[in-house]
């Protein structure tokens, strides 16, 4: 009898310890995965990451090809006749006035970066800490009439966000650090001396802080679309009200 219930006390005691161990194993399962050790399951991410960017690159290659044959029919419908091609004209207007397309022409660079290691002290500082100077001289561009400006290649419009990420800041979605490059289009002499005005923006990065400071006049500067899609929800076009004589 004795024997009995000591086997029923061990058999008691072998489904309680298998419950334990199966919840353990489930939970540990729901941490690092089905069977994967956590560098396994990081080494899978970073290659379904990598997949993931190869197929962003390929679509987007796809998409400027079809891009560039809608523009071959526009331009090839717009030959036919003066009306369309008044119409086509307008077209690539706005498109430049919104940043879709490609442009090239004369004016600025401006590159700013980060001070030499052994000439700071204290904190580091960084370019990419100073959002209201990039943004002072994205404000000196426009008023100096710049037709497109671009900051490290990204396209700089009316819907483009500069944020503070970490050690980087995002524009237009995308990471980038310094140097800091901005680009502009326009009248290259008056950019310039926009630019460079005593007790202006760029007079004092120079002589207040310990940032690197280039500017230069181009003749050939290439500045890219805006990539982004922009969808709207709540902004509706006004119907015009036109008034017969």
Request: glycine residues 6%; aromatic residues 6%; contains cysteine.
């Amino acid at each position: 009898m004795k024997n009995n219930k000591g086997q029923i006390a061990i058999m008691i005691i072998c489904v309680f310890l298998g419950v334990i161990l199966a919840i353990q194993i489930k939970t540990v399962n729901k941490t690092v995965g089905e069977g994967v050790l956590p560098t396994q399951r990081a080494q899978q991410l970073a290659t379904e990451l990598k997949k993931l960017q190869d197929e962003r690159e390929t679509l987007r290659k796809e998409l400027d090809e079809l891009e560039g044959k809608i523009k071959l029919y526009e331009k090839g419908e717009a030959d036919k006749n003066v009306y369309t091609e008044n119409l086509y004209k307008d077209l690539e207007k706005y498109r430049m006035f919104a940043g879709n397309l490609d442009v090239e022409g004369p004016g600025i660079v401006l590159e700013i970066n980060d001070p030499p290691m052994d000439i700071q002290f204290g904190e580091e500082s960084s370019i990419v800490d100073e959002l209201d100077i990039i943004l002072q001289i994205i404000s000196v561009l426009n008023a100096s009439e710049a037709e497109a400006i671009s900051i490290n290649d990204q396209r700089y419009t009316a819907y483009t966000e500069i944020v503070r990420a970490g050690n980087h800041i995002e524009i237009n979605g995308v990471s980038v650090g310094p140097p800091i490059v901005i680009k502009a289009i326009g009248d290259s002499s008056m950019l310039e001396s926009s630019l460079s005005l005593k007790g202006g923006i760029l007079w004092h990065l120079e002589y207040y802080t310990d940032y690197i400071v280039q500017l230069r006049q181009e003749k050939d500067i290439k500045i890219p679309k805006y990539r982004k899609i922009k969808e709207f929800t709540f902004a509706q076009p006004v119907p015009e009200i036109v008034n017969w004589p």
